[in-house]
T-cell receptor
Framework: GESVGLHLPTLSVQEGDNSIINCAYS??????FIWYKQESGKGPQFIID?????DKRQGQRVTVLLNKTVKHLSLQIAATQPGDSAVYFC???????????FGTGTRLQVFP | GAGVSQSPSNKVTEKGKDVELRCDPI?????LYWYRQSLGQGLEFLIY????????KSGLPSDRFSAERTGGSVSTLTIQRTQQEDSAVYLC????????????FGSGTRLTVV
């Protein structure tokens, strides 16, 4: 079946630097994308979402970019902090369905 | 309640036993989802409820897995004759309405089959 994949399993960044987490998806019918943050022992926490009719959306210290031409999604975290250390998942909803399909995740490690 | 509540938080069971996992969604949330997360993996969709009905059961891995929801609220995921490969974290999420409302996840039940 269709799946959402991630380019890098682990990303290490220095505190204060910007982080970029990438995600590739294969289903052109996907119309809604969400980034989640999951800390150890907790459920996924919503970060930011974007619809397929947009190419960029900004939140507090986070930006999501969507390139439908190459089916690529990215999450940018500005001024990365130790509290940002977690596993980040992108997820997609296929057009006319009602379930999230998750990728395998990228672990973000922030070091001083 | 304020969030999605799952119980128990941890469950250790012997191979072959049945287990029940409970999810209390946010009050008023009509949609409820079960996912399974194996160690170091992403979330695997299991089943989705809209009210008390389950329009999509496509992710249930075998007929040992079943789920129900009563009163449009609490849901129970039952695994019969547990196997070691069933060991995982089982996550529940609820949503108020359309996708614009977003999904809220519980902290999960960590199931270990020994």
């Amino acid at each position: 079946g269709e799946s959402v994949g991630l380019h890098l399993p682990t990303l290490s960044v220095q505190e204060g630097d910007n982080s970029i987490i990438n995600c590739a998806y294969s289903n052109s019918a996907s119309d809604y994308f969400i980034w989640y943050k999951q800390e150890s022992g907790k459920g996924p926490q919503f970060i930011i979402d974007i619809r397929s009719n947009m190419d960029k959306r900004q939140g507090q210290r986070v930006t999501v970019l969507l390139n439908k031409t190459v089916k690529h999604l990215s999450l940018q975290i500005a001024a990365t902090q130790p509290g940002d250390s977690a596993v980040y998942f992108c997820a997609e909803i296929w057009d006319n369905t009602d379930k999230l399909i998750f990728g395998t995740g990228t672990r973000l490690q922030v070091f001083p | 309640g304020a969030g999605v509540s799952q119980s128990p938080s941890n469950k250790v069971t012997e191979k072959g036993k049945d287990v029940e996992l409970r999810c209390d969604p946010i009050s008023g949330h009509t949609a409820l989802y079960w996912y399974r997360q194996s160690l170091g993996q992403g979330l695997e969709f299991l089943i989705y409820f809209q009210g008390n009905s389950a329009p999509d059961k496509s992710g249930l891995p075998s007929d040992r897995f079943s789920a129900e929801r009563t009163g449009g609220s609490v849901s129970t995921l039952t695994i019969q004759r547990t196997q070691q490969e069933d060991s995982a974290v089982y996550l529940c999420a609820s949503r108020l309405g359309g996708i614009a409302y977003g999904y809220t996840f519980g902290s999960g039940t960590r199931l270990t089959v020994v």
